[in-house]
Each structure stands twice: as C-alpha cells, then as structure tokens.
C-alpha cells in the first residue's frame, strides 16, 4: 500500500453526468467520433443502453465545441415530460433551445408564440428555427437532445422527428441549413423513432458506437486506487474482469474497492475483488441495489408488455445455454442490447458481464419465464421427470394457448422439446378420438332408429301440450305486462312524492331557521323594552310624589304668611308669638327649597331615562345594520370561495383519480355579539354548508390552541381536545364526505387556526389522516391549482449537517440527502457546498427543491422574521423572490428544517407561495432531525408513486404512526403541505 498523501479522488458511483472537470471521466472512441462529426455538421446519434456514460458523453462534447466556438444548446426531454400537452411540449423544447443560445434576451418568446395561430406545433418548431436561431446566430450551431426514448409515448413524435429529417434534407438547397445539426440521445433505435410506416423512416445521421471502458482507456481510474494497494494496475484489471468495462458499474466498484474495511494481499487482487463483488453486490442485490442499475435491467425486461418480455426472455435463454449467438441486428436482438443485459463482440451476442451473469443467471430466469409463460408449472414437473411424465404435457386449449404465446419468440431448447411433445401427445389423443367417434356413429345410427318411432308417437302428445301452453303463455304474459305498466306507474308517482317531500323538508329547515333567528330578536327587542318602560315609570313616579310635596309646601307657606299679617294687624301681640311664627316660616320656605331640588333631580331623572331610551334604540338599529352587513359579507365570502373553486375539483378527480374537497373554515357574527363557527364545503358535485350557533370563536380557539400544545409537547392528553375539533369541524360533513367517497381535504382556513396540526383530529377511532389526505390553501386565488406530475422530476438537494453559524451539528441531514438521492435523479449540495448561491443558480431541469438544515426566527427591531440557514449565510423570508423560482417552475418546495415557522402567516412557507412556488412542505413546529430524516424518507420513496403530494405524504405519517417509537402526532402531524396539495 501507498501511504503518500493524495488529492481526494471520488469516483462517479451514484449515477447522472459527471462534473466537466471530474478526474474519473474515461475517454473513450467515441469521444473523438462524436466531437469530429458534429464539428463537420454531421446529424449523429448515441442510441445506447442505459447508464453508458451518454450523458457525460454530451456534456465533455457540448463543452469541447463551445470552446471552438461553436454555438451549443442542450434540451433535457425529461425536464418536460411526458404528461404535457403538445403545445405545452414544444414550446418546452423551443424554450430551453432560445434560453441555451441566449436568445431569450433579444425576443420575448410568449409574444412570438402566440402571434403563430395559424401554425400547427410543429410548424412553429420548425419556424423558430428558420425565423429565429438560424438569423440570430451567424457560428454553426449544434442542439443536443436528450433521452429521446421519452417520445416513444407520444402521439405526435413522428411530426417531431421528421421536422429534424427535413431541416437536414434542406441542406441541398439551402446553405444556411448547414450550420444546424442535432446530436440525439437515449435508449431507442433510429426505427423506433419514427413510427407511421407511410412515412419515411429516420435514416439519416450518423450512429456513435459507446463501447464500455477497454483496458487502454481505463487508465485515469487507476488513480484512485493508487492508495488502497501496491498493485493499482492488477486491482483494476480485476475490477474490469467483473464488469466487463461496463461504466457505471466500474466506477461503482471502484468506488466499493476505495472505500472497504480491508486492503488486498499483493497477488490476491483477484481473489479480494470478487469478495467484495459478491458481499457488496450480488448477494441480497435488489437491497444493494442503490442507485438502481440492476433493477433497472431488470424492469426493462420484465416491465415491457408480455409479448415483448416473451420474446426477450426466450431469446436471453438461447444466450444462456449457448454461452453465445451470432449477432444479426434483428429487431428482436437489437431491443435485448438495449436492456444492457448483453452486448455485441466480434459478431457475437453475449451476456456484458460476470457480474449480469451471475445475478440474471438460469434459475433467475426459469423463476422470471415460470411467471410468464402459461405452462411454467407443467414444464417444470415434466422436466424433472426426465422427460417421460406425458401427464405433464399440454392438451387441448392449454396447448393452443401455449402455441399462440409462443408464437414469434425465440425460445430455448427445452421450450421447443416440451411443447413439441405436447403437440405429438395431442394427435395421438386425436386419432384415438377419431376411431372411438367412429365407433360412437354405428350405435348411434341403430338408436336413432328405435327413438325415431318413439318419437313420432309422442309428437302428436306433445304438440296438443304445446299448443295449451302457448295459448296460457299468452294469457299469463297479458297480465304481467299488464302489472309490470302499474308497477312502473306506481314507482314513478312514489318518486314524485319522494323528490317532493325533499324539496318541502329543505324548506322547512331553511323557514325554521330564519323563523327562530327571528324570535330570537325578537325576544331580545323585547326584553330590553319592558326595562327601559320600567325605569321609565319609576322616574315619572319620583316626579309627581316631588309635585305633591312641592304644592304641600306652598299651601303652608300662604297659610305662614296669612298668620303673620293677621299677628301684624294686632296690636297686643306678642314678640315671642312673631319669632314662633318666623321660625314656622323659615322651615316652610326650607321644605320648599328640598322639594324644589327634588322636582329638578325628577326632571333630570326623566331626560335620562328619554335619552336611555333613545340610545338602546340607536344600539339595536346599529346592531341589526352590522349583524345584517356581517352576513351578507359571510354570504358573499362564501359565494367568492365557490366561484373560486369553480371546476377545481372535477379536474383534479379526472387527472388523479382523487375525490378533493374544499372546506372552508371561519367564524360568522351572530345577533348576541359573538362570532359562532362556520363551516363551507365545495367539491365537484357542488356546495354544502353549515352553521354551529353553540360553537364560539372564543371557546374554538381555546381548544384549538390547547390541541397543538398538546401535540407539540407529545403528551397523551391531546385525543381530548382532538376528539372536540373533529366534532366541530369535520362531523357536520361527515354524511357528505362519505356519500361522496371524497379522498382528499383542502382547508382554508380562519386566520387564527392556521397552525393547527389538523392530521391529528381524532373521531375516536382513528386519526383524520387515516381517512383522507390532507392540503392547506392560503387560498384559492392565490394558489396555482393546475395538477402536474412530478414523479419523474429532478430534485434539487441542499442540507447542512455541521456546525454553522447560530446552529448545533445535524448529522441525520447528511443521511436524508443521500436517502432522497437514492430514490430520485438531480443534484446535491451539502455543508460547505450548501450554499445561497448555489439555490440561486438551480438549473432548468430541477421542479422539486429540498432544503435541509435549521430555520430560525430572528428578532429584527420588533419584528419576528423567519429564516433558513444555508452555508455562512441565510435566506430570509422577505428575500424569497431573489431566487428565480420559475424558470423552471417549482412544483414542490420542502423546508425540512428543525423549524419551519409556519405560524400564522405560514411563515417560510408564504413567502415561498408568494414567490411563485407552486407547493411548499414544512413543519408547524420543531421536529428533530432523525424524525424528520424518518418521514422524508417515507414520503420521497411514496412521491414515485402517489397521484397527488398531499397522499405521499400521508403515507409517509401513516408509516410513522405504524412504528410504535414514532406513533405519537408530536413526530408527524406539524408535517403540512401549503399551497397545491395536487
């Protein structure tokens, strides 16, 4: 071994092109063919297996002309799919083609695309290369085209491939036409191409034979190897004996051999590898099997319509047992090459590798035709019979069916034996049939003999029966139709009765609720009447006791007064007699002074209770103005989600086979001053709606919110308030939900319910993501509602696992990348290279953004503002629109952060949505990395093959709730999708 210290050399093991500067790019004829034809202008096409290095191949070429000048464009046909609509799939292609050549900045493409009506789809293909590359770019251009087999799905893809034929033929005439050629690639032939066979096949170009890695060639690999042993050259000489040059698996097994526990013996190289081969890759290699590669085999074989699987099969059996064929491009030997199971050499078919050799070897086969072919069982026993158990052969429509499957495959010799003596069993059976018939005829011809007399005897019995029978069949016919029409009539009037009674029922529940809100006014008018009446009444009876006594008063004063005139008048009388009068008159006129005063507080009494009067009128009139304005402002909010909607939910239903249902949450006024829950739902058989006047706001978000902190905290006394919001909230729908068969739950919600973990609402017996998939909507007109698939999408993955700025060290990012990576082709960047700038220069192909790594909440002056940190820097919230979000669109955003602080304006999450992100997975609260590793896990694995996102991810929970560790909603429940849940 080697101990001087190396510059890291990391071999390409998890499939994808290779970086344009990566060390372990091999160099192979075909480079130089490839580069030298495209430079002379030559059409040329790589039509190869997959995982040969084609895409590394594109990308060393595209560079290597771009540095001669030669203008260059790459169109991924992945990126656009197979789901799209032709419109939609060209103008994917004329889009990349501008946007590659920078033509995107002299022209507005939408403008010159729609200016174009007259013209088919690819007519306008054709025109944007004539009107738009071909004047605008004076060097010679070259348009790569990638995984070309995708079009093999698509209605129109002989229009597409004869606009390429034709822009070549135009050559002859035109001599701009020679500065355009295309480089195609993929796993098809050039027949398969072009498919109407009244038109003319795709025959011109020139093919690039991609040959695995010769000895010669694999040099640079060696490199890396240098430090595992002494013997770099013997090591990979023994790593190329078990690949057979194969790309992806030499780098894989280099990658292996660079990185295992031990180290091989000088002159063991041999034995050392194919240990490591056997422990690492073969045994247990569907497990192992990460990145698929032999799966990938696999599945094209058995995976490509039964016909076709027969025929390959039969034909990978002849290989077997021959060891090999001779080699004559049939159609049939051309489809087997390219599965990558074997590989032409010196005009021989053979299987590529001992490492294929050893995993698609013949009991794997005889298991894989045993499932296919419909006489497995019978040729297995017949065959361990030594050929002699003739109970075992085929007869009859078994051995009709077994020669039609058979028909046009090249099976194997024990095939071709059993069915053989099949078909001798048969005509032996045949004859032996043929003379017992024989036999069967005489006895017969003399038993016709005796029943033909016996027969004419009973003719005339049978006739005068049959002739009753008709006559009564007639009768009894009569009177059933007869039945039948009073019975339908009876059904019919039943029916009109029923739709009827409906029809009543409906109104009487709309009349009984409008009758007793209105009682219900009433009877508060009412009481708030007879109070005021009442106090009304006491201040008028203050009022006129304060009269009485004032004209008390007064009566005593005159009388006062009279008596001291009458005193005056008299000339005897006495002092003592005038000071008792004086005194008699001051108290007089100070009762008068106190009833005076309470006269005035009687008066002011009475203007009080006028003016009480007044304003308990004015409150009730503003009452009913306000409860009035309310609902119609709930009516008209309603009719707005309705409108919204709209067929939403019916082309979801046909594009995914799922039912949505849209429920609208909020909170209503009612006439006592509060505001009681709301409940709207719309789906694609129209609305229902319902009112809960025992269910306040007040009370709902004090469940609510002890609902989440319950939750949060992971304590069992969360089933409580879950049991309580699932009667509020879904049991009022439950009826319709179910008569529907709905399958997925779209809330939009009040704005103070918004970070509520509705997965975990509990019905008693199961929790509400058990029944259906759910989806949050900030709302309708601001979500993007259009359903696209995205399972053959490219994922963008970014994470940080260390130590890094305010955040602890995360190690389970590293893991959840490498597991998302497993599942899905892209890119992934970690730690160090997890940084703002690389999210900001997403390339075109990627619709699903992951991002792993924490998200805080900093304080900024007063303000709370989320954030996710990436490598030495951040990305806040109110700087989500620096990145380019729609070139491409992004379908799906995951913040798998420790928090993604969606809170009540969702946070991270609305900021994503507001910036044109079409879907966006987070957390309502913090989950530790492991448990958020678990889920991502489950739900990228659940993503290949789920309709819609929202039921990925429920799969995903109803996984966690399966592992007793994980059960709890603390683990799974804060996991929501915002925005499009489809």
Same mark, same amino acid.
């Given at each position: 071994?080697?101990?001087?210290?190396?510059?890291?050399?990391?071999?390409?093991?998890?499939?994808?092109?290779?970086?344009?500067?990566?060390?372990?790019?091999?160099?192979?004829?075909?480079?130089?063919?490839?580069?030298?034809?495209?430079?002379?202008?030559?059409?040329?096409?790589?039509?190869?297996?997959?995982?040969?290095?084609?895409?590394?191949?594109?990308?060393?070429?595209?560079?290597?002309?771009?540095?001669?000048?030669?203008?260059?464009?790459?169109?991924?046909?992945?990126?656009?799919?197979?789901?799209?609509?032709?419109?939609?799939?060209?103008?994917?292609?004329?889009?990349?083609?501008?946007?590659?050549?920078?033509?995107?900045?002299?022209?507005?493409?939408?403008?010159?695309?729609?200016?174009?009506?007259?013209?088919?789809?690819?007519?306008?293909?054709?025109?944007?290369?004539?009107?738009?590359?071909?004047?605008?770019?004076?060097?010679?251009?070259?348009?790569?085209?990638?995984?070309?087999?995708?079009?093999?799905?698509?209605?129109?893809?002989?229009?597409?491939?004869?606009?390429?034929?034709?822009?070549?033929?135009?050559?002859?005439?035109?001599?701009?036409?020679?500065?355009?050629?295309?480089?195609?690639?993929?796993?098809?032939?050039?027949?398969?191409?072009?498919?109407?066979?009244?038109?003319?096949?795709?025959?011109?170009?020139?093919?690039?034979?991609?040959?695995?890695?010769?000895?010669?060639?694999?040099?640079?690999?060696?490199?890396?190897?240098?430090?595992?042993?002494?013997?770099?050259?013997?090591?990979?000489?023994?790593?190329?004996?078990?690949?057979?040059?194969?790309?992806?698996?030499?780098?894989?097994?280099?990658?292996?051999?660079?990185?295992?526990?031990?180290?091989?013996?000088?002159?063991?190289?041999?034995?050392?590898?194919?240990?490591?081969?056997?422990?690492?890759?073969?045994?247990?290699?569907?497990?192992?099997?990460?990145?698929?590669?032999?799966?990938?085999?696999?599945?094209?074989?058995?995976?490509?319509?039964?016909?076709?699987?027969?025929?390959?099969?039969?034909?990978?059996?002849?290989?077997?047992?021959?060891?090999?064929?001779?080699?004559?491009?049939?159609?049939?030997?051309?489809?087997?090459?390219?599965?990558?199971?074997?590989?032409?050499?010196?005009?021989?078919?053979?299987?590529?590798?001992?490492?294929?050799?050893?995993?698609?070897?013949?009991?794997?086969?005889?298991?894989?035709?045993?499932?296919?072919?419909?006489?497995?069982?019978?040729?297995?026993?017949?065959?361990?019979?030594?050929?002699?158990?003739?109970?075992?052969?085929?007869?009859?429509?078994?051995?009709?069916?077994?020669?039609?499957?058979?028909?046009?495959?090249?099976?194997?010799?024990?095939?071709?034996?059993?069915?053989?003596?099949?078909?001798?069993?048969?005509?032996?059976?045949?004859?032996?049939?043929?003379?017992?018939?024989?036999?069967?005829?005489?006895?017969?011809?003399?038993?016709?003999?005796?029943?033909?007399?016996?027969?004419?005897?009973?003719?005339?019995?049978?006739?005068?029966?049959?002739?009753?029978?008709?006559?009564?069949?007639?009768?009894?016919?009569?009177?059933?139709?007869?039945?039948?029409?009073?019975?339908?009539?009876?059904?019919?009037?039943?029916?009109?009765?029923?739709?009827?009674?409906?029809?009543?029922?409906?109104?009487?529940?709309?009349?009984?609720?409008?009758?007793?809100?209105?009682?219900?006014?009433?009877?508060?008018?009412?009481?708030?009447?007879?109070?005021?009446?009442?106090?009304?009444?006491?201040?008028?009876?203050?009022?006129?006791?304060?009269?009485?006594?004032?004209?008390?008063?007064?009566?005593?004063?005159?009388?006062?007064?009279?008596?001291?005139?009458?005193?005056?008048?008299?000339?005897?009388?006495?002092?003592?007699?005038?000071?008792?009068?004086?005194?008699?008159?001051?108290?007089?006129?100070?009762?008068?002074?106190?009833?005076?005063?309470?006269?005035?507080?009687?008066?002011?009494?009475?203007?009080?209770?006028?003016?009480?009067?007044?304003?308990?009128?004015?409150?009730?009139?503003?009452?009913?103005?306000?409860?009035?304005?309310?609902?119609?402002?709930?009516?008209?909010?309603?009719?707005?989600?309705?409108? $919204?909607?709209?067929?939403?939910?019916?082309?979801?239903?046909?594009?995914?086979?799922?039912?949505?249902?849209?429920?609208?949450?909020?909170?209503?006024?009612?006439?006592?001053?509060?505001?009681?829950?709301?409940?709207?739902?719309?789906?694609?058989?129209?609305?229902?709606?319902?009112?809960?006047?025992?269910?306040?706001?007040?009370?709902?978000?004090?469940?609510?919110?002890?609902?989440?902190?319950?939750?949060?905290?992971?304590?069992?006394?969360?089933?409580?308030?879950?049991?309580?919001?699932?009667?509020?909230?879904?049991?009022?729908?439950?009826?319709?939900?179910?008569?529907?068969?709905?399958?997925?739950?779209?809330?939009?919600?009040?704005?103070?319910?918004?970070?509520?973990?509705?997965?975990?609402?509990?019905?008693?017996?199961?929790?509400?993501?058990?029944?259906?998939?759910?989806?949050?909507?900030?709302?309708?007109?601001?979500?993007?509602?259009?359903?696209?698939?995205?399972?053959?999408?490219?994922?963008?993955?970014?994470?940080?696992?260390?130590?890094?700025?305010?955040?602890?060290?995360?190690?389970?990012?590293?893991?959840?990348?490498?597991?998302?990576?497993?599942?899905?082709?892209?890119?992934?960047?970690?730690?160090?290279?997890?940084?703002?700038?690389?999210?900001?220069?997403?390339?075109?192909?990627?619709?699903?953004?992951?991002?792993?790594?924490?998200?805080?909440?900093?304080?900024?002056?007063?303000?709370?503002?989320?954030?996710?940190?990436?490598?030495?820097?951040?990305?806040?919230? $109110?700087?989500?629109?620096?990145?380019?979000?729609?070139?491409?669109?992004?379908?799906?955003?995951?913040?798998?952060?420790?928090?993604?602080?969606?809170?009540?304006?969702?946070?991270?999450?609305?900021?994503?949505?507001?910036?044109?992100?079409?879907?966006?997975?987070?957390?309502?609260?913090?989950?530790?990395?492991?448990?958020?590793?678990?889920?991502?896990?489950?739900?990228?694995?659940?993503?290949?093959?789920?309709?819609?996102?929202?039921?990925?991810?429920?799969?995903?929970?109803?996984?966690?709730?399966?592992?007793?560790?994980?059960?709890?909603?603390?683990?799974?429940?804060?996991?929501?999708?915002?925005?499009?849940?489809?």
């Amino acid at each position: 071994m080697n101990d001087t210290p190396l510059v890291p050399y990391d071999y390409q093991s998890e499939g994808g092109a290779l970086l344009i500067d990566a060390p372990t790019y091999v160099k192979r004829k075909a480079d130089d063919e490839l580069y030298e034809g495209l430079k002379a202008g030559q059409f040329c096409y790589v039509l190869n297996a997959r995982q040969m290095g084609k895409s590394s191949l594109k990308v060393r070429t595209l560079q290597r002309l771009r540095n001669e000048g030669i203008a260059c464009a790459a169109v991924d046909l992945q990126g656009i799919g197979t789901s799209a609509t032709e419109e939609q799939w060209y103008f994917g292609v004329v889009s990349r083609i501008a946007r590659s050549l920078g033509l995107h900045r002299q022209f507005n493409l939408n403008t010159w695309w729609t200016e174009q009506p007259r013209l088919s789809y690819v007519q306008r293909f054709v025109e944007f290369l004539e009107s738009l590359v071909l004047p605008s770019v004076p060097q010679p251009i070259v348009i790569f085209i990638d995984e070309v087999d995708l079009t093999l799905s698509l209605s129109f893809r002989d229009d597409f491939f004869g606009a390429l034929r034709e822009s070549y033929n135009r050559r002859a005439d035109e001599p701009e036409y020679r500065r355009l050629t295309f480089a195609l690639f993929g796993v098809a032939t050039p027949s398969d191409l072009i498919q109407n066979k009244q038109i003319t096949p795709f025959n011109i170009g020139r093919p690039i034979d991609l040959t695995g890695f010769q000895w010669s060639e694999a040099q640079p690999l060696m490199l890396g190897l240098i430090a595992k042993t002494s013997h770099p050259q013997a090591l990979l000489q023994a790593i190329l004996d078990w690949t057979g040059g194969q790309p992806f698996l030499t780098q894989k097994l280099c990658k292996l051999a660079q990185v295992a526990d031990s180290e091989p013996l000088a002159g063991r190289e041999t034995q050392w590898v194919k240990q490591l081969v056997q422990t690492k890759v073969i045994d247990n290699w569907e497990t192992q099997d990460i990145p698929p590669h032999l799966k990938t085999i696999r599945d094209r074989l058995l995976l490509s319509g039964e016909q076709r699987t027969g025929r390959l099969l039969g034909l990978y059996q002849q290989i077997l047992q021959q060891g090999e064929i001779a080699a004559d491009d049939s159609p049939e030997q051309v489809e087997l090459r390219l599965t990558g199971l074997v590989v032409k050499r010196d005009g021989k078919l053979r299987v590529y590798n001992c490492i294929y050799e050893q995993v698609f070897n013949r009991d794997w086969l005889e298991r894989s035709l045993a499932e296919l072919r419909p006489y497995g069982g019978a040729i297995a026993a017949w065959l361990e019979s030594g050929c002699q158990d003739e109970s075992r052969l085929l007869r009859g429509q078994a051995l009709q069916d077994a020669r039609t499957w058979a028909e046009g495959k090249s099976l194997g010799d024990e095939d071709r034996r059993f069915l053989d003596a099949s078909q001798e069993s048969e005509k032996r059976n045949i004859q032996k049939k043929l003379a017992a018939e024989e036999e069967a005829k005489q006895v017969l011809a003399i038993a016709n003999l005796k029943a033909n007399r016996r027969i004419r005897i009973g003719s005339v019995v049978l006739g005068t029966m049959l002739l009753g029978a008709i006559v009564l069949g007639m009768i009894v016919q009569q009177k059933i139709l007869l039945a039948n029409r009073t019975v339908d009539d009876s059904t019919k009037r039943v029916e009109n009765l029923r739709q009827e009674a409906e029809e009543v029922s409906k109104k009487l529940e709309i009349t009984e609720e409008q009758r007793q809100l209105a009682q219900l006014g009433q009877r508060s008018a009412k009481a708030e009447t007879q109070q005021v009446n009442r106090t009304l009444a006491k201040a008028r009876t203050r009022l006129e006791i304060a009269n009485t006594k004032i004209n008390t008063t007064e009566q005593d004063i005159e009388k006062a007064n009279l008596k001291l005139v009458n005193l005056e008048k008299e000339v005897g009388i006495s002092n003592q007699q005038r000071q008792r009068a004086v005194q008699e008159l001051e108290i007089a006129k100070s009762k008068a002074g106190k009833a005076k005063e309470e006269q005035n507080q009687a008066q002011e009494g009475l203007k009080t209770a006028e003016m009480e009067i007044t304003s308990r009128k004015e409150e009730l009139e503003k009452l009913n103005t306000y409860l009035s304005r309310s609902q119609d402002e709930l009516r008209l909010a309603q009719q707005a989600v309705v409108e $919204s909607v709209g067929d939403t939910p019916a082309r979801i239903m046909k594009q995914t086979g799922q039912k949505p249902a849209v429920i609208y949450i909020s909170f209503y006024p009612s006439r006592e001053g509060r505001k009681n829950l709301g409940l709207l739902m719309v789906s694609a058989e129209g609305q229902f709606s319902t009112k809960l006047d025992s269910v306040d706001q007040e009370e709902a978000l004090k469940a609510a919110h002890s609902f989440r902190d319950e939750v949060f905290t992971g304590s069992k006394e969360h089933l409580i308030p879950a049991q309580t919001l699932y009667q509020w909230i879904i049991k009022p729908l439950e009826l319709e939900l179910k008569r529907q068969n709905i399958t997925n739950l779209v809330l939009i919600v009040d704005k103070s319910l918004r970070n509520i973990p509705f997965a975990a609402l509990h019905d008693g017996q199961g929790y509400l993501i058990e029944k259906y998939s759910l989806g949050i909507m900030p709302g309708l007109t601001l979500t993007n509602s259009h359903h696209r698939n995205i399972r053959n999408s490219n994922v963008l993955a970014i994470g940080v696992s260390k130590s890094n700025l305010e955040s602890h060290p995360m190690p389970h990012v590293k893991n959840e990348i490498i597991s998302i990576m497993t599942f899905w082709k892209g890119k992934s960047f970690l730690d160090e290279e997890a940084t703002l700038d690389k999210l900001k220069s997403r390339e075109q192909n990627f619709h699903i953004v992951h991002i792993a790594g924490v998200g805080y909440e900093r304080l900024s002056g007063r303000t709370r503002e989320p954030f996710i940190e990436l490598w030495g820097s951040v990305l806040k919230s $109110s700087n989500f629109e620096q990145v380019d979000w729609y070139s491409p669109p992004v379908e799906l955003l995951v913040l798998s952060s420790s928090v993604s602080g969606l809170g009540e304006e969702y946070g991270l999450a609305g900021s994503a949505i507001q910036a044109g992100v079409k879907s966006v997975l987070g957390s309502l609260y913090g989950v530790s990395d492991e448990e958020t590793m678990i889920l991502m896990d489950e739900f990228y694995r659940n993503l290949k093959n789920s309709p819609i996102k929202a039921e990925a991810l429920r799969q995903a929970q109803l996984s966690m709730i399966k592992e007793e560790d994980f059960s709890s909603p603390r683990y799974w429940a804060g996991f929501t999708i915002i925005g499009n849940p489809w």
